[in-house]
């Protein structure tokens, strides 16, 4: 059975920063990972699909990578702004096409 | 803004009664998918529609059941309430068949409390 983990679960950092959302999973047989961002009360907006044949996907300041072979993902965020704070969440597809989810990681940017 | 959207945004129930809980996915979109996410939890897959066949479920009781409609609306109804029903439900939908790796789009939300 697929299970997802995020550490941490929160992370406050100055404006600025550069930072690294982990990510891990159990079954490496899965279709794809999604990391999806999600603000308070609010329904989950998709930022970055790796396929399963694929190592990473960039948009703008976001960076996702994938390692099948050790279970784990990143969400790389460059220059992190006040508008970044927000929950976190990956995903990993699983054989059965379902989404298997995480807790999240809940970031805060100090400005 | 995925267009997706969900009717009503909170509810307010007790023990015991029914609710349906409603979706509009993107036009075109065939695939319509229900999760719930309790508070500070991830999302939990309840079970996913398409071209209205259920096309797949998760770890949920049968009190939760859905349909799918023509017009890419669906619905969500829980019967017999419990209190660890209080959550967010949310519908995603997809253009894709229900065995695609597509991106799901989401809906906003709908947050309900059982009392």
């Known amino acids: 059975k697929q299970e997802v983990t995020q550490i941490p679960a929160a992370l406050s950092v100055p404006e600025g920063e550069n930072l690294v959302l982990n990510c891990s999973f159990t079954?490496?047989?899965?279709?794809?990972l999604q990391w999806f961002r999600q603000d308070p009360g609010k329904g989950l907006t998709s930022l970055l699909l790796?396929?399963?044949s694929q190592r990473e996907q960039t948009s703008g300041r976001l960076n996702a990578s994938l390692d099948k072979s050790s279970g784990r993902s990143t969400l790389y965020i460059a220059a992190s702004q006040p508008g970044d704070s927000a929950t976190y969440l990956c995903?990993?597809?699983?054989?059965?096409?379902?989404?298997?989810w995480g807790a999240g990681t809940k970031l805060i940017i100090k400005p | 803004e995925t267009g997706v959207t969900q009717s009503p945004t909170h509810l307010i129930k007790t023990r015991g009664q029914q609710v349906t809980l409603r979706c509009s996915s993107q036009?075109?979109?065939?695939?319509v998918s229900w999760y719930q996410q309790a508070l500070g939890q991830g999302p939990q897959f309840i079970f996913q529609?398409?071209?209205?066949?259920?096309?797949g479920r998760g770890n949920f009781p049968p009190r939760f059941s859905g349909l799918q409609f023509p017009n890419y609306s669906s619905e969500l109804n829980v019967n017999a309430l419990e209190l660890d029903d209080s959550a967010l439900y949310l519908c995603?939908?997809?253009?894709?068949?229900?065995?695609?790796?597509?991106?799901?789009?989401f809906g906003p939300g709908t947050r309900l409390t059982v009392l």
């Open positions: 790796i396929q399963s």
């Open positions: 529609y398409y071209r209205e066949e259920e096309n």
């Open positions: 995903a990993a597809m699983d054989s059965n096409y379902q989404l298997i």
């Open positions: 036009s075109g979109h065939n695939t």
């Open positions: 995603a939908s997809s253009p894709g068949a229900g065995t695609s790796t597509d991106t799901q789009y």
């Open positions: 079954d490496s047989a899965i279709y794809n």
